[in-house]
């Protein structure tokens, strides 16, 4: 079982490029999530999606685009790299968002941007 | 993360128990996960529990939780090498809909 796979592992940037993270998971979840984790700090939440079509912003969207056009893939775009934007994404996939929403994750992806 | 606070370190020698503590805020909070990262891989669920419960047992690990003081806490016990990893405490909040908010993560260093 695949679970949640994310690609790729690591990438390198310049500053204003434009790159996707694919995120894509085969347990037909309706709820899936991109976070970012930055030492010292924990996961923060950047986007998440209830469903095909639906998608809403989390705690630190600014940079960010996601658009959910199935149910299995979730992609998130960098418009336009900075350097704060150096970190590991993390996607996340759960059945539902219930109050149990145990979360599924992938293996991150490793982005600097120099 | 927001409200959920962890200390950074922990180092404890093989066989020794383990302590790795967590304090939250959200009182409404219904369920307390404790992930475990290892290195260069996602979170991966370890275990949880329900609000209305103050203790849980799974093989070595035991889980208390002080709903008063808003005290979580992970017990492992005969820490292995294999137990080195970074244990992140969570709490699933209801903002309409539930929310996981994550602490910073305890690095949890193992010595032979």
């Known amino acids: 079982n695949a679970g949640v796979t994310q690609t790729p592992k690591f990438q390198v940037l310049k500053t204003g490029q434009s790159m996707t993270l694919q995120c894509a998971q085969d347990?037909?979840?309706?709820?899936m999530s991109w976070y970012r984790q930055d030492p010292g700090m924990g996961l923060r939440l950047i986007h998440y999606s209830v469903g095909a079509g639906i998608t809403d912003q989390g705690e630190v969207p600014n940079g960010y685009n996601v658009s959910r056009s199935t149910t299995e893939d979730f992609p998130l775009r960098l418009l336009s790299a900075a350097p704060s934007q150096t970190s590991v994404y993390f996607c996340a996939s759960s059945a539902d968002r219930g109050p149990s929403n145990i979360q599924y994750f992938g293996a991150g992806t490793r982005l600097s941007v120099l | 993360g927001e409200d959920v606070e962890q200390s950074l370190f922990l180092s404890v020698r093989e066989g020794d128990s383990s302590v790795i503590n967590c304090t939250y805020t959200?009182?409404?909070?219904?369920?307390l996960y404790w992930y475990k990262q290892e290195p260069g891989a996602g979170l991966q669920l370890l275990t949880y529990?329900?609000?209305?419960?103050d203790m849980k047992q799974d093989q070595r690990l035991t889980v208390l939780l002080n709903k008063k003081d808003k005290h979580l806490s992970l017990r492992i016990a005969d820490t292995q090498t294999g137990d080195s990893a970074i244990y992140f405490c969570a709490e699933s909040r209801n903002t309409g809909g539930f929310k996981t908010i994550f602490g910073a993560g305890t690095r949890l260093f193992v010595k032979a």
């Open positions: 959200d009182s409404s909070s219904t369920y």
């Open positions: 529990i329900f609000s209305n419960m």
């Open positions: 347990m037909n979840h309706e709820y």
